[in-house]
């Protein structure tokens, strides 16, 4: 008896277009905010990508972290056109945040995740309460080499986290920058906008060999985020430190609340069954 032919259910063109329309306008979401607050802009792409074009959460990840590159590139030329970038500083965050996203990656199925969120959660809104308050930054002395260790040390500690939960490296790197170096806000934005690129560049190099990133649609996403980054960019430089402050404080206690209630849903779901 001959097999039934095989067909091939193919998706309305409609459907791919209302998709396509959908990535873009989560890129350009994401653009504005990667601009203005000087991160990777994957709070948005990531739940986007997911819900837009039914992406699983894992290639979202993989995905949205290849379109964090042309963002942040747009990024930095914008703060770095206003001299909002501190290059040494961004060198030695640099050299620890890719160094800690190598490290996270290896440990995502070693340490318990539940704690780690929990934990990175404290310790985000401990930062964002810190951040409500007046703080005076008016930028970091000469790098000593203590200094140099602290901020590698910083950057470890922000590739580590974006390894094992996903979130953006400048969620930690920006508030260590402003409340233990003393460095301005916007300076702090573009720094951190700096130090992504070259993480982001390892991490989707390293999805790409596993198959894990989208490349179609993280052109879509990057592509539509390049003007509004480079929008958010100017508009930073533009405000005052405590309307920055108070704004990332407040990005801050999102990230928590994201992260927490995700930590909620996950204990709430039923275990498979045997």
Do not use: C
């Amino acid at each position: 008896m001959a097999e039934p032919p095989i067909t091939t259910v193919r998706e309305p063109a409609g459907t791919r277009t209302t998709n396509l329309l959908a990535i873009g306008a989560v890129g350009i979401a994401a653009g504005f905010l990667a601009g203005l607050f000087g991160v990777g802009g994957g709070l948005l792409i990531v739940p986007g990508l997911v819900l837009a074009a039914g992406m699983d959460q894992r290639l979202a990840h993989g995905t949205s972290l290849a379109a964090v590159v042309p963002i942040s590139i747009a990024s930095v030329v914008t703060y770095a056109a206003h001299d909002n970038v501190d290059w040494p500083a961004a060198l030695w965050l640099s050299v620890g945040a890719v160094a800690g996203a190598v490290v996270g990656t290896k440990l995502l199925h070693v340490l318990p995740h539940r704690t780690l969120v929990m934990v990175f959660a404290v310790v985000v809104l401990a930062s964002a309460v810190r951040l409500f308050i007046a703080t005076d930054a008016d930028g970091r002395g000469s790098l000593s080499a203590p200094g140099v260790v602290a901020l590698v040390a910083v950057g470890l500690a922000a590739g580590v986290l974006a390894g094992l939960l996903g979130v953006g490296g400048g969620i930690i790197m920006i508030p260590a920058m402003i409340l233990l170096f003393g460095i301005a806000p916007v300076v702090a934005k573009g720094t951190s906008a700096a130090v992504i690129v070259p993480t982001a560049v390892i991490g989707t190099w390293r999805n790409r060999s596993r198959g894990n990133a989208d490349l179609r649609a993280a052109a879509i996403v990057g592509g539509a985020g390049i003007l509004t980054a480079a929008l958010g960019g100017t508009l930073a430089d533009k405000m005052s430190d405590e309307l920055s402050n108070v704004l990332f404080a407040s990005l801050l206690v999102v990230v928590a609340a994201r992260l927490l209630w995700q930590l909620r849903r996950e204990r709430m779901e039923p275990g498979p069954t045997a």
